[in-house]
T-cell receptor, first 111, second 113 residues
Framework: SQQGEEDPQALSIQEGENATMNCSYKTSINNLQWYRQNSGRGLVHLILIRSNEREKHSGRLRVTLDTSKKSSSLLITASRAADTASYFC???????????FGGGTRLMVKP | EPEVTQTPSHQVTQMGQEVILRCVPISNHLYFYWYRQILGQKVEFLVSFYNNEISEKSEIFDDQFSVERPDGSNFTLKIRSTKLEDSAMYFCASNLTPRDGYTFGSGTRLTVV
């Protein structure tokens, strides 16, 4: 797979359930970031986890990073219909001057 | 909350024409970027810019592309002679330090006909 690949590609859940999205990457990274994109709109930064961190929380979001497995997960707890969007992981290179995005997970939360 | 502003939101241009996409990054940010997303595909890095210089560019960013910060607030992407395959959503982004999260603009949808 390529740098920053998300799994699954699409996820459909009921409101109130938790959503978990995974991301794998290939090269060494400085940080890993998660972004959200509503259809046809811009990317919104959700959370950044540095390569020396293992877990980070922000509100209903929980991100883990396993550098030995080159993988990360994003957990959205108690999902809402408004969480319906595409979610992308992006790895920051060591020079800190570019992000490499994955293909994204399309999340649908049904009311 | 501060925003990155991009204009225009949509642009249609004839193949071979020059286009300039405009961005106003967040005022105290120092690092600026352009990314693009072809419909249905991944977001792709084009170029990063700091201290009035390109700090990194991708293979996509060939001689047809250029960036400029003409004044203290604007950051522009110019495509000299557009091709059909340049049709995409172009996103500008900025951050204060290169290892921070990025603030993206809402994008310019470029359609080359």
């Amino acid at each position: 797979s390529q740098q920053g690949e998300e799994d699954p590609q699409a996820l459909s859940i009921q409101e109130g359930e938790n959503a978990t999205m995974n991301c794998s990457y290939k090269t060494s990274i400085n940080n890993l970031q998660w972004y959200r994109q509503n259809s046809g709109r811009g990317l919104v930064h959700l959370i950044l986890i540095r390569s020396n961190e293992r877990e980070k929380h922000s509100g209903r979001l929980r991100v883990t990073l396993d550098t030995s497995k080159k993988s990360s997960s994003l957990l959205i707890t108690a999902s809402r219909a408004a969480d319906t969007a595409s979610y992308f992981c992006a790895t920051g290179n060591n020079a800190g001057n570019m992000l490499t995005f994955g293909g994204g997970t399309r999340l649908m939360v049904k009311p | 909350e501060p925003e990155v502003t991009q204009t225009p939101s949509h642009q249609v241009t004839q193949m071979g024409q020059e286009v300039i996409l405009r961005c106003v990054p967040i005022s105290n940010h120092l690092y600026f970027y352009w990314y693009r997303q072809i419909l249905g595909q991944k977001v792709e890095f084009l170029v990063s810019f700091y201290n009035n210089e390109i700090s990194e560019k991708s293979e996509i960013f060939d001689d047809q592309f250029s960036v400029e910060r003409p004044d203290g607030s604007n950051f522009t992407l110019k495509i000299r002679s557009t091709k059909l395959e340049d049709s995409a959503m172009y996103f500008c982004a900025s951050n204060l330090t290169p290892r921070d999260g990025y603030t993206f603009g809402s994008g310019t949808r470029l359609t080359v006909v």
